[in-house]
């Protein structure tokens, strides 16, 4: 898939203090250096859940963990079939993290620096000394050189290269199995994997440290966003309000708004096909900053719509016009007339967002005027925000579900349907309930459901109505 840059590439790192720096001084004095990841660049904390998540997949795979207690791991989800993350730790990439729908499973692909954290004890091969220099100048693992291999490497696998003393020298993908590679006198065992080189210094550190490491530009990132909110209030005197979904994006939005203009009433589209944890997330804020929450009706219209589309899909999510803009356009005309909201958008989420002007109105609710406080935030500006603030966050994002809306979505991947599946029984079931009575009734394929093809127009026996 094709780099998708949506903005500037801001990760930099402290060695001094161990921490990510989205700027190019760190508060204690430092000059940080840039760590070169993969757009777009949407970088966000590894919380506890995803530590586990990433150390399981390791343990299973190399059979020892790779993140360490104590160290911050940065995540950076990459463009991939289905889901890809780039794993950052010691300021540099260590590893990405791929999910393979059609086989179920997550996958490690390692990098060189990924062995100043993790000592292997499967999936190694081992090279004669007399190899190691062009090995680690990128060459593949050829069959000369070859002196051992773990029992039960399998074509494909991901592997370490170590030298005779067990030193790691590169990592790769095999191209044969073991028990291939020894009765092999010529040919490649492994393809060597080349990274662009970057320095990998580990060091203990928490996230309080990297919120004061950030400081100086969280105390520039919000200043901006205040003046930008108190110059559109004072240039369109609408009632004010925050359009508030539950997510992190909205919450630190919020927060921008109040410090701007003081308070304003959350407006939240109650789709009905909610989180629990969202809803107490909107009571949870609401209470703490003494808030009133104004929102739109309930799961109706999505299933009385389903009904005639079937679900909605990913090219074509009728759910959101239903569900989201035409309730709320009936909402702020009986109550307003005309409104200025407040929203969470941000450039890095997607090609549509960054080209997005950051004040604007929406073709469906044109009596809601928009503005982007935040448009130019990282996730990892709004999370370090957050954490400053000590502001209530939705316990979702604790689980590894990192977007925030119905539990249905079909924009998700099939690694976080996954995720949500194992977590979620309940929900997860009256979902599969309806597909199944769509599925039966459009006499459509048995992997419609498990391989997730209700997800993808032209699969799930659709007609193309419109909606006014």
């Given at each position: 898939?094709?780099?998708?840059?949506?903005?500037?590439?801001?990760?930099?790192?402290?060695?001094?203090?161990?921490?990510?720096?989205?700027?190019?001084?760190?508060?204690?004095?430092?000059?940080?250096?840039?760590?070169?990841?993969?757009?777009?660049?949407?970088?966000?904390?590894?919380?506890?859940?995803?530590?586990?998540?990433?150390?399981?997949?390791?343990?299973?795979?190399?059979?020892?963990?790779?993140?360490?207690?104590?160290?911050?791991?940065?995540?950076?989800?990459?463009?991939?079939?289905?889901?890809?993350?780039?794993?950052?730790?010691?300021?540099?990439?260590?590893?990405?993290?791929?999910?393979?729908?059609?086989?179920?499973?997550?996958?490690?692909?390692?990098?060189?620096?990924?062995?100043?954290?993790?000592?292997?004890?499967?999936?190694?091969?081992?090279?004669?000394?007399?190899?190691?220099?062009?090995?680690?100048?990128?060459?593949?693992?050829?069959?000369?050189?070859?002196?051992?291999?773990?029992?039960?490497?399998?074509?494909?696998?991901?592997?370490?290269?170590?030298?005779?003393?067990?030193?790691?020298?590169?990592?790769?993908?095999?191209?044969?199995?073991?028990?291939?590679?020894?009765?092999?006198?010529?040919?490649?065992?492994?393809?060597?994997?080349?990274?662009?080189?970057?320095?990998?210094?580990?060091?203990?550190?928490?996230?309080?440290?990297?919120?004061?490491?950030?400081?100086?530009?969280?105390?520039?990132?919000?200043?901006?966003?205040?003046?930008?909110?108190?110059?559109?209030?004072?240039?369109?005197?609408?009632?004010?309000?925050?359009?508030?979904?539950?997510?992190?994006?909205?919450?630190?939005?919020?927060?921008?708004?109040?410090?701007?203009?003081?308070?304003?009433?959350?407006?939240?589209?109650?789709?009905?096909?909610?989180?629990?944890?969202?809803?107490?997330?909107?009571?949870?804020?609401?209470?703490?900053?003494?808030?009133?929450?104004?929102?739109?009706?309930?799961?109706?219209?999505?299933?009385?719509?389903?009904?005639?589309?079937?679900?909605?899909?990913?090219?074509?999510?009728?759910?959101?016009?239903?569900?989201?803009?035409?309730?709320?356009?009936?909402?702020?005309?009986?109550?307003?007339?005309?409104?200025?909201?407040?929203?969470?958008?941000?450039?890095?989420?997607?090609?549509?967002?960054?080209?997005?002007?950051?004040?604007?109105?929406?073709?469906?609710?044109?009596?809601?005027?928009?503005?982007?406080?935040?448009?130019?935030?990282?996730?990892?500006?709004?999370?370090?925000?957050?954490?400053?603030?000590?502001?209530?966050?939705?316990?979702?994002?604790?689980?590894?579900?990192?977007?925030?809306?119905?539990?249905?979505?079909p924009s998700s991947d099939m690694a976080v349907l996954k995720t949500i599946?194992?977590?979620?029984?309940?929900?997860?079931?009256?979902?599969?309930?309806?597909?199944?009575?769509?599925?039966?009734?459009?006499?459509?394929?048995?992997?419609?459901i498990e391989k997730g093809l209700w997800r993808r127009i032209g699969e799930?026996?659709?007609e193309d109505h419109s909606y006014s």
């Amino acid at each position: 898939m094709r780099r998708s840059y949506l903005g500037k590439l801001v990760l930099r790192w402290c060695d001094h203090c161990h921490v990510p720096v989205l700027g190019s001084r760190c508060e204690c004095g430092t000059e940080t250096r840039q760590v070169p990841i993969t757009p777009p660049g949407d970088i966000r904390p590894a919380f506890d859940a995803d530590i586990r998540h990433i150390n399981a997949i390791f343990r299973d795979y190399f059979g020892s963990d790779l993140i360490p207690e104590g160290h911050l791991a940065i995540l950076n989800k990459i463009p991939d079939a289905d889901r890809m993350e780039e794993i950052i730790l010691g300021g540099s990439v260590v590893s990405a993290i791929r999910y393979l729908a059609d086989e179920d499973r997550w996958e490690p692909i390692p990098r060189l620096s990924a062995s100043r954290f993790i000592q292997p004890s499967t999936r190694r091969v081992i090279v004669d000394n007399g190899a190691v220099e062009s090995i680690s100048q990128g060459s593949s693992v050829l069959a000369p050189g070859l002196v051992g291999m773990d029992e039960g490497i399998l074509e494909g696998d991901e592997v370490f290269i170590l030298d005779e003393g067990e030193r790691c020298i590169g990592v790769g993908r095999a191209k044969v199995s073991t028990e291939e590679a020894r009765a092999m006198q010529r040919g490649m065992i492994v393809r060597t994997r080349k990274n662009v080189p970057s320095p990998c210094i580990p060091g203990a550190a928490t996230w309080n440290e990297a919120v004061e490491a950030n400081h100086t530009i969280l105390d520039h990132a919000e200043a901006e966003a205040v003046r930008f909110v108190r110059d559109v209030a004072a240039k369109n005197r609408l009632p004010a309000n925050v359009s508030y979904s539950g997510g992190k994006d909205s919450l630190a939005t919020l927060l921008i708004v109040l410090t701007a203009i003081g308070d304003v009433p959350l407006l939240f589209a109650d789709t009905g096909l909610e989180f629990e944890e969202t809803y107490r997330n909107i009571e949870e804020v609401a209470l703490r900053y003494d808030l009133e929450v104004i929102r739109t009706g309930s799961a109706d219209p999505f299933w009385e719509t389903f009904a005639v589309e079937g679900p909605p899909a990913v090219d074509k999510r009728w759910c959101c016009k239903v569900c989201k803009l035409l309730p709320v356009r009936e909402l702020i005309s009986e109550r307003w007339e005309e409104c200025l909201s407040f929203i969470g958008q941000r450039k890095y989420e997607s090609f549509a967002r960054k080209n997005s002007p950051r004040v604007w109105r929406n073709g469906v609710v044109g009596c809601q005027l928009s503005a982007a406080p935040i448009q130019h935030w990282t996730a990892l500006h709004v999370w370090l925000y957050l954490f400053r603030e000590n502001a209530p966050y939705n316990a979702l994002y604790e689980q590894r579900i990192d977007r925030i809306g119905c539990y249905m979505c079909p924009s998700s991947d099939m690694a976080v349907l996954k995720t949500i599946r194992e977590e979620f029984p309940g929900l997860w079931a009256t979902w599969r309930a309806k597909l199944s009575e769509w599925q039966t009734t459009n006499d459509l394929p048995c992997e419609w459901i498990e391989k997730g093809l209700w997800r993808r127009i032209g699969e799930s026996g659709h007609e193309d109505h419109s909606y006014s």
